[in-house]
Nanobody
Framework: QVQLVESGGGLRQPGGSLRLSCAASGMIVSLRTMHWYRQAPGKERELVADITSGGSTSYGDSVKGRFTISRDNAKNTVYLQMNSLEPEDTAVYYC?????????WGQGTQVTVSS
């Protein structure tokens, strides 16, 4: 059974940094495209970043140059390093993957950016 467990969220001041983790079980992250999404209150879920099995990465326009997605194959974990945080980054962040047309989501981790 595939499980994705996010961690690392918290409260930061604008300009601060956080690293989110997505620990996977029941699957191998290096064999799939892994995504980070976020959803702010009252807004639609937004794609933040993804990393393919080949290691290629892509980012949403709002986070380019500030966020970095990576993975540790030995730990079967995907990370999202978030720098230069802005209040607009406040959201619940979710890890996601699709296996044989079935979507899997983690429970989410809250990120709040406020002074």
């Amino acid at each position: 059974q595939v499980q994705l467990v996010e961690s690392g969220g918290g409260l930061r001041q604008p300009g601060g940094s956080l690293r989110l983790s997505c620990a996977a079980s029941g699957m191998i992250v290096s064999l799939r495209t892994m995504h980070w999404y976020r959803q702010a209150p009252g807004k639609e879920r937004e794609l933040v970043a993804d990393i393919t099995s080949g290691g290629s990465t892509s980012y949403g326009d709002s986070v380019k140059g500030r966020f970095t997605i990576s993975r540790d194959n030995a730990k079967n974990t995907v990370y999202l390093q978030m720098n230069s945080l802005e209040p607009e980054d406040t959201a619940v962040y979710y890890c996601n993957t699709i296996i044989w047309s079935k979507e899997y989501w983690g429970q989410g981790t809250q990120v709040t950016v406020s002074s």
